[in-house]
Every structure is written in structure tokens, then in C-alpha cells.
């Protein structure tokens, strides 16, 4: 798949409320912000990538272009989605086929997330959204969205979900998604929420 049919987006909107409320997309790990590890991961994957963010976003900028996720506070990362279906709405004319979404406090997403998801897609021509398993646990966040022209569908779908429940995991149930065990998308996904789990990290990838 040619990868100018795929928008990465990084989901960077958390709370950080295990860091002290630190933005953790911007906390260093190995000498470079957080946030430029994932970018670096998926660059390759998709011709274009975008940050969700509800904060610093004039920082984020520095690293990718930014969306604000128009909410107040700490929504969750159906906020950003919201935000990021209404960018494709607002900007029809450069519409992708695909949406690959990773979340911010993952700094080593699999090399092959995008290939993994999409050939799974392909595959099953219901199915609208591929998304990771790990060790039988959704994970959600690691998705890949069919777009079909209509992202004003999608926006409409998860606004629905946030204000009904607020859970990703909940969404996908609630419609025709294919999960992918994380084998066949690499072994990583290296969730770090505290100042320990960065410290071990650096430890073990210095």
C-alpha cells in the first residue's frame, strides 16, 4: 500500500496524572522528548502524521502539525479522535484512505503497525477498524480506520461514544473491528506512565 493513503495520528491529550500532571509527550526519554520517539516510528509508515494535543500545542509544533482537541481539561483519547475525524472532515480534499492512530506514551510502536492493520483490512472488507490485541487485552489506541470517504460519520460515531462512555475499547465493540494479536505486529508497545516505567526504559534501551 502506497503510503500516501495513510494519516498517522499520535493521540497526546492524557492528563498525566501519574507523572505530577506533566505533559508526557513532552517529558525527555534518551535525550528527546517522548513525542519524537513515536513520530520517529511512524514517519516511515505514513505519508503524513499529525498530533492531538490539549495542551502545549505551540510545543508539539515543533515536532508535527498540531489539532487542539477542543476540549477542556482531560476528555480522553476519544477526544482526540473526534478531533482528528473533524480535521479530515474540515480537509475533504486531501482526504487519506486510512487513519493509523498510536498513543503519545508508547515510544516504540511496532515497525510494522501500519502494514499489520491494513493487510487485515484488506482482507475482510467489513471490517472498518483493525486494532491491536496484547496477551488477550485490547489495545485500542493502536488502531487503523477505514475512512471511505466519510469521515463525517466517523466524527458523528465517537462524539456519540464520548459522551455515552468515554472508553475506546467500548467503541470498537460496538462495531464491525478485527483485532490483531500483537505478535503479528511486533513484540514492543512499551506503555510508560510513571517516572519509574521512563527510568526502566532508559535502562534497557539507552
Known amino acids: 500500500m502506497a503510503s500516501d493513503d495513510v494519516l498517522g495520528v499520535v493521540l497526546a491529550g492524557g492528563a498525566g496524572s501519574r507523572v505530577g500532571g506533566a505533559d508526557k509527550g513532552l517529558l525527555p526519554l534518551n535525550g528527546k522528548p517522548l513525542v519524537e520517539h513515536v513520530l520517529e516510528r511512524l514517519r516511515p509508515q505514513c505519508d503524513r502524521l499529525l498530533i492531538i494535543a490539549n495542551r502545549n500545542t505551540d510545543e508539539y509544533a515543533r515536532y508535527a502539525p498540531v489539532v487542539h482537541d477542543g476540549n477542556d481539561g482531560?476528555?480522553?483519547?476519544?477526544?482526540?479522535?473526534?478531533?482528528?475525524?473533524?480535521?479530515?472532515?474540515?480537509?475533504?480534499?486531501?482526504?487519506?484512505?486510512?487513519?493509523?492512530?498510536?498513543?503519545?506514551?508508547?515510544?516504540?510502536?511496532?515497525?510494522?503497525?501500519?502494514?499489520?492493520?491494513h493487510a487485515v483490512l484488506a482482507a475482510d472488507a467489513t471490517a472498518c477498524c483493525a486494532f491491536v490485541r496484547r496477551a488477550g487485552a485490547p489495545q485500542p489506541l493502536f488502531a487503523m480506520y477505514r475512512i471511505d470517504e466519510d469521515p463525517a460519520s466517523w466524527r458523528t460515531s465517537v462524539e456519540h461514544a464520548l459522551r455515552a462512555h468515554g472508553s475506546a475499547r467500548l467503541w470498537h465493540e460496538s462495531m464491525e473491528t478485527v483485532a490483531v494479536d500483537c505478535g503479528a505486529v511486533g513484540d514492543t508497545l512499551h506503555n510508560l506512565n510513571t517516572p519509574e516505567e521512563f527510568r526502566d526504559y532508559e535502562r534497557t534501551h539507552g
Do not use: K
Open 74 to 117: 482531560h476528555a480522553g483519547p476519544l477526544a482526540g479522535l473526534v478531533a482528528a475525524f473533524g480535521f479530515l472532515e474540515a480537509n475533504r480534499h486531501a482526504l487519506p484512505r486510512w487513519l493509523l492512530t498510536a498513543p503519545v506514551d508508547c515510544p516504540d510502536p511496532p515497525h510494522d503497525l501500519q502494514s499489520a492493520l
